[in-house]
């Protein structure tokens, strides 16, 4: 059963970069689409992009001036960095793996990102 | 693509039956998944594609609709059950979701 593990810094400053890890164990990186979806406090769900194991990425436009997601194959970890934020960027990440135009079927536990200055 | 769910909350008791609607602002077929999420913690899958369940979910659940209108229906509530559900649609980038249901007993 694959399973996603996140890490990175929960509490950053104005203008910091966001920097999130997924690590996927249990499962290949190969066949899916690796997703990052956000969540602020008491709201609804945002997805940032999605990344498949090539490293083609597709990027949400209200935050692709300022998002990377890479692939690490050798890892089996996927990567989120989100530049120059701001207290909007404030909210529970998630990494979750799905199949393109289809679904989302597992999700990471997440991870609270506090930007405050 | 927008997606607008209803209603943004509802109460109901064990055992009711409830339906929620999910409205796109175009054609997406049958690119839909349906999402349950519980305070605290992450989605789980429940519905994906023409009303299909997702494994291990259960048979009280059941998804419809095409075009642009979906549906959610649960057969018969259960303790569990009350969490919140969001639509998602995968027809085009960026994929979208409905705004929530809060579903509350």
């Known amino acids: 059963q694959v399973q996603l593990q996140q890490w990175g810094a929960g509490l950053l400053k104005p203008s910091e970069t966001l920097s999130l890890t997924c690590g996927v164990s249990g499962g290949s990186l190969t066949d899916y689409f690796w997703n990052w979806v956000r969540q602020p406090p008491g709201k609804g769900l945002e997805w940032i992009g999605e990344?498949?194991?090539?490293?083609?990425?597709t990027y949400n436009p209200s935050l692709e001036s300022r998002v990377t997601i890479s692939v690490d194959m050798s890892k089996d970890q996927i990567s989120l960095n989100l530049r120059s934020v701001s207290a909007a960027d404030t909210a529970m990440y998630y990494c979750a793996r799905g199949r393109r135009f289809s679904r989302v079927d597992h999700w990471g536990p997440g991870t609270l990102v506090i930007v405050s200055s | 693509i927008q997606l607008t769910q209803s209603p943004s909350s509802l109460s109901a008791s064990v055992g009711d039956r409830v339906t929620i609607t999910c409205r796109a602002s175009?054609?997406?077929?049958?690119?839909l998944a349906w999402y349950q999420q519980e305070p605290g913690k992450a989605p789980k899958l429940l519905i994906y594609?023409?009303?299909i369940l997702q494994t291990g979910v259960p048979s009280r659940f059941s998804g419809s609709g095409s075009g642009t209108d979906f549906t959610l229906t649960i057969s018969s509530l259960q303790p569990e059950d009350f969490a919140t559900y969001y639509c998602?649609?995968?027809?085009?980038?960026?994929?979208?979701f409905g705004q929530g249901t809060k579903l509350e007993i």
């Open positions: 990344i498949n194991h090539g490293g083609r990425a």
């Open positions: 998602q649609q995968v027809h085009s980038y960026p994929y979208t």
């Open positions: 175009q054609v997406i077929y049958t690119y």
């Open positions: 594609g023409e009303s």
